[in-house]
């Protein structure tokens, strides 16, 4: 009995701090997977696309595919996930070029065909940031709807917060994330360990175009209940419900779409 005493006022705490200890250093490995690619890699895509590069001022390089829309009405500045890069989330643009809008996709820092290191979530802001205003060189700003995936939520209302799109799209999203790493790591400090903040639930409600959110209810990344709580910030805000959708696969739904062709079908 003692010795078990001693284990769970020893053992259990320094496991725990251990654990603390290994989310604060090595947080960027735990959110971040990209998959690199080689510069020299040729994209292949079956509708029209365009590949774009575009400098940081820190000397960086940031890989990027325009795809194109027969008779376009505007663009959809896409941004993904916390996995893969643009070879992979390429599909999905068919999603919105068959809906008359080209898409630009970008890869984060590390991810593709992209250089640098993810060190803050600040520089994640400004390349996002310095792309937006190459964007208006060639849309107009009424022109242009922001789309976060996953992570690139935060991302995307974040930009919305700062800019005057047209509208803001987010699929999956989370409330911060402080919220999403309480829900699953329910034991550690985490307001206390993570660098990265991505507080869209502060964000939203200074937004005043239209918002619309894209959740599954089977979500056990990013539980369905985040948008649900996003959703009554503002009355700008609209959520498209996808019964039994989970995290990565709401493309795959006739409800995603049907909520995409009401959207965007203007």
């Known amino acids: 009995m003692l010795k078990f005493i001693i284990y769970i006022i020893i053992i259990i705490p320094a496991i725990l701090a251990g654990l603390g200890i290994a989310i604060y250093i090595f947080q960027e490995h735990l959110i971040f997977h990209p998959e690199k690619l080689s510069d020299k890699y040729q994209f292949k895509f079956p509708n029209e696309f365009e590949e774009i590069t ?3 001022q820190d000397g960086c390089s940031i890989s990027a595919i325009l795809f194109k829309a027969k008779n376009s009405k505007g663009l959809i500045y896409y941004h993904h996930g916390n996995e893969g890069n643009i070879e ?6 068919t999603d919105f070029t068959r809906l008359g809008y080209d898409v630009l996709m970008y890869d984060y820092r590390g991810y593709g065909k992209s250089t640098g290191k993810i060190k803050n979530e600040k520089m994640l802001y400004n390349d996002a940031s310095m792309i937006y205003k190459k964007l208006l060189k060639k849309y107009k700003e009424s022109e242009l709807i922001l789309y976060g995936m996953s992570l690139g939520t935060g991302i995307a209302t974040k930009l919305a917060n700062k800019k005057n799109p047209k509208m803001l799209l987010l699929e999956t999203p989370y409330y911060n994330f402080y919220d999403v790493s309480k829900y699953h790591y329910p034991y ?6 993570l660098h990265y903040q991505f507080r869209i639930n502060k964000w939203l409600p200074q937004i005043k175009i239209p918002t619309y959110l894209f959740h599954g ?11 649900e709580r996003l959703v009554k910030l503002a009355d700008n805000i609209k959520l498209f419900t996808i019964k039994n959708g989970s995290h990565n696969n709401l493309n795959t739904f006739q409800e995603y779409h049907q909520g995409l062709e009401e959207v965007l079908r203007v």
């Open 88 to 93: 992979s989330w390429g599909i999905r643009a």
């Open 54 to 56: 575009y400098a940081t």
């Open 188 to 193: 550690l400090p985490t307001s206390i360990l």
């Open 217 to 227: 209810t089977e979500d056990e990344t990013i539980p369905y209940n985040a948008s």
